[in-house]
């Protein structure tokens, strides 16, 4: 269960990568603005904002990859801990989104089910 567990964060750290992408790396180009529906003029005045946004995505990617490689390598507290506040923050973060933007709410779902059936699996696998 933990491996299947450590997977599901896994697919949600892919997710919160691909974010990263189109907020820091692609938010003023087409695609970018097609995704969260802004004008060219509205993705050059939040570049900024989405840039930095971008990074907080990616940080908590990083700690879910870092979390599941330390749980593979033994360190199972600390790379478990790690993966609870990565997943954990994508989760919150999609439920945010949900409360906030009801009309997101297909966005928010892909970003917090994946992590969260990650943090439910790890967490009856690591109880079990």
Do not use: C
Not at 56 to 81: E, I, Q, R, S
């Amino acid at each position: 269960m933990v491996i299947i567990g450590l997977a599901f964060a896994l697919v949600g750290a892919l997710v919160h990568v691909y974010i990263f992408v189109l907020e820091s790396l692609l938010w003023t180009s087409p695609r970018g603005r097609a995704v969260f529906g802004t004008t060219e003029e509205g993705a050059r005045a939040t570049r900024e904002l989405a840039f930095n946004q971008g990074f907080y995505n990616l940080f908590l990617a990083v700690a879910v990859v870092v979390g599941t490689v330390l749980t593979g390598a033994g360190a199972t507290g600390a790379g478990a801990a790690l993966v609870y506040a990565g997943a954990g923050s994508m989760v919150l973060a999609g439920t945010v989104l949900a409360v906030s933007s009801p009309d997101k709410l297909r966005p928010a779902l892909i970003q917090l089910v994946p992590p969260l059936a990650g943090v439910v699996l790890l967490t009856l696998g690591l109880l079990g």
